[in-house]
């Protein structure tokens, strides 16, 4: 690169039209891959209740462009998936349990929300026979029901309260960018 700016040198303009150059070629190598993200205000919500564990999701405010075109870049097309769910020693069988996400709403208008488990029922199992050479291991069993969905907003933290031994995980839902006419009949 430096042989290809050398003529460039000769006259003012032109060095400084190279060092731009060079400060530009430079740039991606020392550009983080995502912005900061701000520190977690949590004070303006209400304490957990006795026995909950609170958790918190800080989605990220600057996510690379996605790589497949079919996919939005917009974040008010995305959604994120809360999955509770708890650690359990399982077999071959289909371990589930039961219980409820509902959001609690804020005290004061256009306060916090945050997302409670409450109802959270015995872990069951089907109880087919196992091969008897299949040991049992530690899995995450997710909580039964329909997938629990909530708007993508990297301003606020996602807060879920939950009682023990649960544990919340959480997936992306990305839309895709292109849109389908619906067949009227």
Do not use: H
């Not at 000769?10 to 060092?19: E, Q, V």
């Not at 205000?41 to 405010?61: A, F, H, M, N, T």
């Amino acid at each position: 690169m430096v042989q290809r700016l050398r003529p460039c040198l000769r006259s003012r303009l032109g060095a400084g039209m190279a060092l731009g150059a060079l400060a530009l070629a430079l740039v991606p190598a020392f550009v983080p891959e995502a912005g900061a993200i701000p520190r977690l205000d949590l004070s303006g919500y209400p304490k957990p209740e006795k026995g909950d564990r609170r958790w918190v999701i800080q989605l990220p405010g600057v996510l690379r462009p996605p790589t497949d075109a079919s996919m939005s870049p917009n974040p008010a097309d995305w959604r994120v998936q809360l999955i509770v769910g708890q650690m359990a020693e399982v077999d071959c069988n289909r371990q589930v349990f039961g219980g409820k996400l509902r959001p609690v709403k804020p005290s004061q208008q256009g306060g916090p929300v945050i997302y409670r488990v409450t109802d959270v029922g015995a872990l069951a199992s089907t109880r087919m026979a196992c091969p008897p050479d299949q040991p049992r291991r530690r899995a995450f069993v997710p909580m039964a029901g329909k997938p629990f969905v909530v708007p993508y907003n990297a301003s606020r933290p996602i807060v879920v309260d939950a009682p023990r031994p649960l544990e919340l995980r959480w997936r992306l839902w990305k839309a895709e960018s292109q849109e389908r006419p619906a067949q009227l009949k």
